[in-house]
Every structure is written in structure tokens, then in C-alpha cells.
């Protein structure tokens, strides 16, 4: 009787374990996630993008690509900063906000809402630890009033062209106001912890965790980091505060992360945006003269290097073949960087596509755009369908098995069917916008742009003919404007925008609210951009 007991207890265990050891692979398979997003990085910029007219040897972003899937027609949502980072973020178009143009300002308040999803809440909702580090530029409630507002800046241009000191008022603001945590940041947006500079060449200048800066700035940026693309608008500053050193952390910090939070049991998503190739271009030393074409190439190479630390890191820490990792920019490169200086030289930032930065041609939004899942998505694979990225919520909610309510991602699709092989569209139709607002609507291989010209920076375009109409299937580089020729497809195409508009949402679903009345176009030419502006952006 005892023996017969203890063989069915005996068996009891091995059934409670077999079913522990089952349930474990179930666990398991749910993948890390690492999404690295560069910042101004053109799609002919990473050389697997460019193999003609690329001159920028970018080896780790190229390795990248040979071990997962290569998307050729992936989009940011605008053709700058913010509105491309809270669509990533959100899956929900930028222009559904209040932010119609431009980017957030500097200590401007928080673009996403609190109670929107991001793809750090979806995660922690389903066992996530979550980080960000790096640029965040979406904006927190800076504890500062109206009155300490005018000491946050410095006086004419000090830091700029003088070496002035900031006044015994100044100093007393800035251990008030950096003294205090500040509010509704990133780790009020889905993430366990933060750490960044915010907006890397802007105000202040220290690194930020969490809701706290890292020291109290003492001290105006000098004047010589204003020359040559690096800091743009004078400040705050730690003193000895160096450019140079920023991207260096963010992929240490990252390589840190990774190192630490394999070793625990619940997975991980780290969202990584990189402060580069954006203006300020601070190349270190080692990288200086490297691309023997110009800062910005250096630069490039420099910020594939990070990207190379960050995987190695990765692969040292036994948990790459269950990791899902994103690669893309959140826009286009930058003209004023020297790009005509590059063309002449055989780099083509853009590569075949027409315009740059904040323009509404597909060189200010089409972007590097590449997934690698080992044991999920084909090595070497590419894909042409179109994808944007709105769609990683959506993809990462099917991975986990998860629905998304009615009011998050109302502009996500998901992208595992094309991770898995298949080559049916998972969207018909995509927005991106210009720096003013302009949008450029896709539907299928024909793009509609609802202004006479770029929208953006860019020059150009038949000021006589008010709206733009391309087959980019024959015309890539957006040469043949046949408004005039079809303007049957110009209705039906202005139809669909308005209805992408007037539901609230491009997803099967009940109709949602838009934050604000969405601007229409076309409208009048859109205001020229400062140029002491640009390279804020």
C-alpha cells in the first residue's frame, strides 16, 4: 500500500512537472524585443539600401540585413522628428494629434496622451520589463512657470557667440526647476525606466533618468559648440558637458541593459533611439575623417559602430535567437548637412528617391526599415510591400496574442504574415507628412500629394499644378507628376484621405475621435522654415 502510494505520488509530480516543463517553451517563445531608431538616417545612407550610389560603409547595419528581413518600401510617419516617433510609439497617425506641423518645442509639454497605449504599456500588460534610452522629444510637464521660463534662456545669443555667465538669477531658476522631477516622461508612457538627453542638441544639456536630470546645470554651453552642426539653440548646461559623449552612452547604457536583463526570467523591450546621425554631429575622435567624404558620413559610420556594440552586446548575452529586433529612422536625412557636397562626391543620401528631411517626397519618409527574428523570419529576405511604422503595435500585439481595444493603434497593421514569408499586402493604403502638415497618401503603387511642392524643405514641383499624383511602381524617384492626366484617380484618392480622416482611424474597427480638427490640404503655400531652425529639427 505504501509502495503504491508513493509510486502514485510519484507520478503526480512527474505529471505537475511535465506540465511546468510544457508551459516553460510557452514562455520561452514570447521574444525579447529591441527597436533601435536612428534619427536623420537616409534610406541611401545604409549601404545594403544603396549598393549603386552609397559611399558610406556601414557594416553592422549591412550584417543586420543579411540575418533577417529588409523592407524596401517602409515609412516613418512625417518627415521629422516627433510626429514620427509617437506614430512608432502609438501606432496612430501624428496628425490625429494636436501636433499638425512641426515638432514638439523645446520644454514642450507631452504629445502622447496618458491613457494611449504604446508599445511599452502593450508590453508591461503582458510581463514586459521595459526601458527606453536615448532621444525621447515627445515633450513632459517641465516644472517651470511663465516667469521662470525667460531664465532658461540665455541673454541675445550667449553661448552661441559670447562666453557669458549666467546671472545669480538665472542660477537660482535652473537649482529650482532641475531640482524637481519632471513629470509625465517616459516612464509615464510605458517604460520601467528611462535614461537620455531628451533632445540632444537643445536644452539642457545633461543626461536625464527617469524623471530626474542628472546634475544641475551650471553654466551656458560654449560658444564652440554651436559651429559646424552641432548644438542649435543656447541654454542650460552641465559644465564640461560634451557632445562627443552622448551617443557613446546610449549604446553603453543599452549594452548594459541587455547584459542585465537577460539573465532575468521575464522578457524584455527596449526601445533604443538613437540620438544620430542627427545634428549635433560630435564624431569622436576614433571616427573623425573615417568616411573620407564628410561629418555627417563619419558620423553614419559611427552610429553603425553603436548599433554593432549594442548586437554584439546582445549576442554575448545568450538571449539573440529569442530576440525580435527592429532597425529603422524616423526620417530622412538632413540637406543641410552638405548633401550637394556628398552627391558630388558619388553619395546619394536618398539614394533613388526625390527630396530629404521634412519633405513629403518619399526621400523625407521612406527609411532603412529591417527585422531580424532567428528561427522566425528568413535570413536575407527582402520585401517590397508597403509597411510604415504605425504597424509595430500591432505586430507585436499578435506576436503576444493580444487584441487591441477600439482606441489604440487605429492606424497598425500587422506585419507577422510578411515576417512569416508571405507576400500579400497587410495594408492597402499608408500616410506620411510633410514638416508643414502636407500629406503624402499611398494606395497601393500610386502616391498622391496634396501640395504643389515638397511640403518641406525641398525645391521644386509645378507651382501651376496644385496637387501631385505618381506611380511609383515606373517612377520611383517621383519625376511624372499625372494629376492633370487622371483626375478620376486624384478624386478617388483625395476621398480615401478624407475618409482615413473623418474615421479616426485606417484599421477595421469603430470610428474613433481625432484629438483636434485635422488640417486639410491643399492650402496655401506653406511658410518658409527659419533657417537657424533647421538644425533643430
Known sequence: MKNHFSRSAALLFASLAALHSADAPRRASKPNILVIYADDLGYGDVHCYNLERGKIPTPNLDKLASQGMRFTDGHSSSGVCSPSRYTLLTGRYHWRSRLQTGIVGVF???????????????????????????????????????????????????????????????????????????????????FD????????????????????????????????????????????????WRLEAILPALGARASD?????????????????????????????????????NTYADFVMETDAVVGRVLKALDQSGAVENTLVVFTSDNGCAPYIGVGDLEQL??????????????????????????????????????????HQADLLATFAEIFGATLPANAGED????????????????????????????????????????????????????????????????IGETRNLAAEQPERVAQMKALLEKLITNGRSTPGAPQQNDVEVRRHPAKGPPAPKKKAKGSQ
Open 108 to 190: 514642450g509639454a507631452p504629445l502622447i496622451a496618458p491613457e494611449r497605449m504604446t508599445i511599452g504599456t502593450l508590453a508591461k500588460q503582458h510581463g514586459y520589463r521595459t526601458a527606453a534610452i536615448g532621444k525621447w522629444h515627445l515633450g513632459w510637464d517641465w516644472p517651470i512657470t511663465a516667469e521662470q521660463r525667460k531664465h532658461l534662456q540665455a541673454p541675445r545669443k550667449a553661448g552661441k557667440d559670447d562666453e557669458a555667465a549666467p546671472t545669480a538669477e538665472q542660477l537660482t531658476t535652473w537649482r529650482t526647476v532641475f531640482s524637481k522631477p519632471v513629470a509625465n516622461g517616459p516612464t509615464t508612457r510605458g
Open 193 to 240: 525606466t528611462y535614461f537620455g538627453t531628451d533632445v540632444p542638441n537643445w536644452p539642457p544639456y545633461c543626461f536625464i533618468e527617469n524623471d530626474r536630470t542628472l546634475g544641475i546645470p551650471s553654466t551656458f554651453l560654449p560658444p564652440e559648440n554651436f559651429k559646424n552642426h552641432l548644438a542649435s539653440t543656447p541654454g542650460p548646461a552641465l559644465k564640461g
Open 412 to 475: 497598425s497593421f500587422s506585419l507577422l504574415p510578411l515576417l512569416k514569408g508571405s507576400d500579400q499586402p497587410v495594408r492597402q493604403h499608408a500616410v506620411s507628412a510633410s514638416i508643414s502638415g502636407v500629406p503624402a497618401l499611398r494606395s497601393g503603387p500610386w502616391k498622391y500629394v496634396a501640395a504643389p511642392g515638397s511640403g518641406g524643405w525641398g525645391k521644386g514641383g509645378d507651382q501651376r499644378q496644385p496637387i501631385q499624383l505618381y506611380e511609383l511602381g515606373k517612377d
Open 346 to 387: 558619388g553619395h546619394f543620401p536618398s539614394g533613388p528617391l526625390r527630396g530629404y528631411k521634412a519633405d513629403a517626397w518619399e526621400g523625407g519618409h521612406r527609411v532603412p526599415f529591417m527585422v531580424r527574428w532567428p528561427g522566425q523570419v528568413k535570413p536575407g529576405s527582402t520585401c517590397a510591400q508597403l509597411v
Open 257 to 293: 541593459f541587455i547584459t542585465e536583463v537577460a539573465k532575468q526570467p521575464e522578457p524584455f523591450l527596449l526601445y533604443l533611439p538613437l540620438t544620430s546621425p542627427h545634428t549635433p554631429l560630435a564624431v569622436n575622435a576614433e571616427w573623425k575623417d573615417k568616411s573620407r567624404l
